[in-house]
């Protein structure tokens, strides 16, 4: 576990309700590729930099998975893909997310979501 799988998956806890009844299987498009991640190009850079060794792996698996280049020049577009796909990782890895993608998000399945995050990630 990486220090912005954790990022994200806290995140993802203290969001999740807020998406009840939307399909599971959209839920990390809405909430990570709706509007960038971080506005502003300082505040990305400072965050990549953070981020670095985490980010450079997802650019590694992007390259290889989908055939794309990667491209720099916008910085604030590129963190905001690259949270969404680390997003797309850690929540759609989940058996409870597996086992109930294409099904609306319901209380019962947040709380499942949600104690299978707390639980991997070692979250509180």
């Known amino acids: 576990m990486n220090k912005l799988e ?4 806290s995140e993802i806890v203290k969001q999740l309700s807020d998406y009840k009844g939307i399909m ?3 839920i990390m498009n809405e909430m990570y590729n709706l509007d960038f991640y971080i506005i502003g190009t300082y505040k990305a850079r400072e965050f990549f930099k953070e981020h670095l060794h985490e980010i450079s792996d997802i650019i590694e698996f992007v390259k290889e998975e989908y055939y794309i280049n990667v491209d720099l020049s916008n910085i604030e577009r590129f963190v ?8 797309n990782q850690v929540f759609y890895c989940l058996e409870t997310v597996s086992d109930n993608y294409d099904k609306e998000l319901t209380d019962g399945l947040i709380e499942e979501i949600i104690a299978e995050l707390k639980y ?5």
Do not use: M, P
């Open 120 to 124: 991997k990630y070692n979250l509180e």
């Open 24 to 26: 599971i299987n959209e």
């Open 6 to 9: 954790k990022l994200v998956a």
């Open 80 to 87: 905001s893909i690259a949270v969404l796909e680390q997003a």
